[in-house]
Nanobody, 125 residues
């Protein structure tokens, strides 16, 4: 069973930066596409970014493009989300997810097989 554990969330002022990490265990991390999603109170979970198993494709939601960067270190079984120029509307619980079937669609939550417990990101204005 694959386990995903996010870390790195916290409280930051608008314009600040955070780097989220997601450590994987119990599976073949290097063979999974990985995604980041977020969910704000009262809203549906939404796609943020993804990275293919080789790291060659990195799609982003339009709302974070140019501010967030997703990366992975397969040797450390870890995927990262560098978040710069944070805005209050980025406030949410951030989740990482793993897709073992290597779907070519990256922004649909139901296509991911494993999920972390989430980490809270709060951006104050």
């Amino acid at each position: 069973q694959v386990q995903l554990v996010e870390s790195g969330g916290g409280l930051v002022q608008a314009g600040g930066s955070l780097r989220l990490s997601c450590a994987a265990s119990g599976g073949t991390f290097s063979r999974y596409n990985m995604g980041w999603f977020r969910q704000a109170p009262g809203k549906e979970r939404e796609f943020v970014a993804a990275i293919t198993w080789r790291g060659t494709v990195t799609p982003y939601a339009n709302s974070v493009k140019g501010r967030f960067t997703v990366s992975r270190d397969n040797a450390k079984n870890t995927v990262y989300l560098q978040m710069n120029n944070l805005k209050p509307e980025d406030t949410a619980v951030y989740y990482c997810a793993a897709d073992r079937d290597l779907s070519l669609i990256y922004n649909i939550a139901n296509l991911y097989d494993y999920w972390g417990q989430g980490t809270q990101v709060t951006v104050s204005s």
